[in-house]
């Protein structure tokens, strides 16, 4: 009698593999002691719901790769065996680099194991085409590393605004910059020899916010960055929606009721348009406020005491909030964190936006948690977010 295999038991429900399982361990106890450092190994244990075992274990690991280190001197008890020394971060031999490309300029940075940026350094745009800017900021970022010998760099983060697809590492469509398909990824990796990183700037900036950030401990965060580009992004329980190609983000065309600005997709009161650091420029310089490009002269014209600085600043920050209110309509986060300028240096400018928010809803808005930074953290963050994801795939040993 033909003997029959025993049907496979298969089900819809996918199985988490062991390696996603130890990846995901991995993890948390990283950010358990990015959060809680010096902190005692049973305190993460208790923390995550890991065995005291398997949190040594990562432990161990983590202080072989150089990413913690045992913190500070032994409490000697009155008990016997091995002192529990607390683990806090190892943040003195590690960074990331970072590439910001905006419309007027690269950062270039080093940031640390905390999100800290150690190093910076800014380049004006004479030309915007992808090559010469990739390669000055891989220039600009070798200079940074020779200056500061004692930092082993372990990827590089890239962050832009547009449309930005963080599977294969390139810059889609760039309409102010003028990209569009730059395989930013292979470039920069060929001119540094690092790993690299690929991400949206608001995507990356929610990432920050998560590890670095007040509204760390979030489940569930917008934020509204309103550059030169306006765009936004938003995470669920710790993982930023990208959606196919990372298209998630992408309002810079959606109708703001009431506006007048002219877009160059041919319609009037894109959000863009309406937003953008551009038009708040170019309105001060109707206004005779300024004669250039930069939005820190007219937040300096209002600090001056210029009514008119004033108004406009008001103004942008009031159509941010109206924004604000269309996508917490939308997405129901329980916190809204904003990239703008006004807002960033301006308590009328915040009380502007929350009051477009509305009562209720306003007090969940606030500005976003690095004001002096925002562009090197961005960049510096798309990197740092792997580390936190996959901190054993991510020690120089792999690189
Ligand atoms: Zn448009």
């Not at 990824?185 to 001119?191: F, I, K, S, T």
């Not at 942008?316 to 309509?329: E, M, P, Y």
């Not at 798309?382 to 901190?391: G, S």
Request: proline share 7%.
């Amino acid at each position: 009698m033909p003997r029959t295999a025993a049907p496979l038991l298969t089900s819809p429900i996918p199985r988490v593999a062991d390696s996603d399982r130890r990846r995901t361990s991995a993890s948390v106890v990283l950010r358990s002691v990015l959060e809680h450092g010096p902190v005692a190994r049973s305190t993460i244990a208790r923390l995550t719901g890991l065995s005291p075992a398997s949190v040594t274990d990562y432990c161990a690991r983590f202080a072989e790769l150089g990413l913690i280190r045992e913190s500070a001197v032994p409490r000697r008890s009155k008990g016997v065996g091995r002192p529990h020394l607390p683990v806090d971060l190892d943040d003195s031999r590690f960074v990331v680099g970072g590439v910001h490309v905006a419309v007027p300029h690269t950062t270039v940075a080093l940031l640390d194991l905390r999100g800290r940026v150690v190093a910076r350094r800014e380049t004006e745009h004479e030309r915007t085409d992808p090559a010469l800017v990739l390669a000055r900021a891989a220039d600009g970022l070798a200079a940074l590393l020779a200056a500061a010998p004692g930092s082993r760099p372990l990827g590089v983060g890239f962050a832009a605004g547009g449309w930005v697809d963080r599977d294969s590492g390139t810059v889609v469509e760039h309409p102010l910059l003028g990209w569009r398909e730059v395989p930013v990824r292979e470039v920069l990796g060929a001119h540094t020899g690092l790993p690299v990183h690929v991400d949206g700037h608001a995507r990356s900036l929610v990432n920050a916010e998560r590890l670095f950030g007040q509204a760390r401990g979030s489940r569930s965060l917008l934020h509204l960055f309103a550059g030169n580009v306006v765009d936004a992004a938003f995470s669920t329980n710790d993982v930023v929606h990208h959606g196919p190609r990372s298209q998630a983000g992408a309002i810079a065309h959606l109708p703001v009721p009431g506006g007048t600005e002219p877009c160059d997709c041919g319609r009037v009161g894109c959000l863009q348009a309406e937003l953008s650091e551009l038009t708040l420029c170019r309105r001060a310089r109707e206004a005779g406020i300024t004669d250039g490009m930069n939005p820190m002269h007219v937040v300096g014209a209002a600090a001056a005491g210029d009514p008119v600085a004033v108004r406009l600043l008001r103004e942008r920050s009031r159509r941010v909030g109206r924004a604000v209110g269309l996508l917490l309509d939308v997405l129901n986060p329980e916190q809204v964190v904003v990239t703008e300028v006004g807002i960033r240096h301006r308590a009328d400018c915040l009380a502007a936006l929350r009051e477009e928010v509305g009562p209720g809803r306003a007090e969940t808005v606030s500005p976003i948690s690095f004001p002096d930074s925002v562009l090197a953290v961005a960049a510096g963050s798309v990197a740092l977010d792997v580390v936190y994801r996959d901190p054993l795939a991510a020690s120089p040993e792999a690189i």
